[in-house]
């Protein structure tokens, strides 16, 4: 399914839980909680793509959290045209583009500090750090170039980089909760940064 039509499900399931919550809620205490959101992730490195990710974290009291994510960022695309043969002596001009795709995984831990904004709903920003993996792909085209076109695998890689987010979440009921959040993912390993906006779904054990 496409994370545009992943992001309205989800969307359209927070509404659900809001409008049950709309008699009195108490105020989310101490415990465990799980989580999914969907999102749509911007790569510096070029173009947009789906996001998912799972969470899940622990609370203490209602000012402060723990959490760990795992997000499929989905992937980043570029691509560049280059003359091989520049020089004035070229009998023929050949102009290869090459076609770039460069995918990104990442599992994470965060501090999140929460501030209350009357009885249902809070901001909250999170500091967190993870491991990145980075999948590269590359296709070159040109009328000189052997198998022009195909995707070939260039490898992986593994880098380490800082997180930033900040967002606010309706507490609908004492168990459930909607998230809205936006999240930078630093430059890593020189790597392009990663910034992603997520609609997410919380559910609190002893709610």
Do not use: K
Not at 122 to 139: L, M, P
Request: include cysteine.
């Amino acid at each position: 399914m496409h994370g545009r039509g992943i992001v309205r499900i989800l969307a359209a399931l927070g509404l659900a839980v809001a409008s049950i919550g709309a008699s009195a809620q108490q105020a989310p205490g101490a415990g465990p909680y799980l989580g999914v959101a969907a999102g749509i992730a911007r790569h510096d490195f070029g173009g947009t793509d789906r996001a998912l990710a799972l969470f899940g974290g622990y609370r203490f009291a209602r000012f402060f959290a723990v959490e760990g994510r795992y997000a499929d960022l989905g992937s980043g695309t570029s691509t560049q045209v280059i003359d091989t043969c520049p020089a004035i002596e070229c009998l023929i001009p050949s102009l290869e583009t090459i076609h770039e795709r460069r995918s990104a995984d990442r599992v994470s831990i965060g501090l999140s500090g929460v501030v209350p904004i009357g009885a249902r709903f809070e901001a909250f920003a999170r500091v967190g750090y993870g491991r990145v993996q980075y999948g590269h792909q590359v296709a070159i085209t040109g009328d000189l170039v052997r198998g022009s076109g195909v995707a070939r695998n260039a490898g992986s890689q593994h880098a380490s980089a800082a997180e930033f987010a900040a967002g606010v979440r309706f507490n609908a009921t004492a168990a459930w909760a909607v998230r809205l959040e936006g999240e930078r993912i630093a430059d890593a390993g020189g790597e392009q940064p990663i910034t992603t906006g997520w609609i997410g779904m919380e559910y609190r054990f002893g709610g």
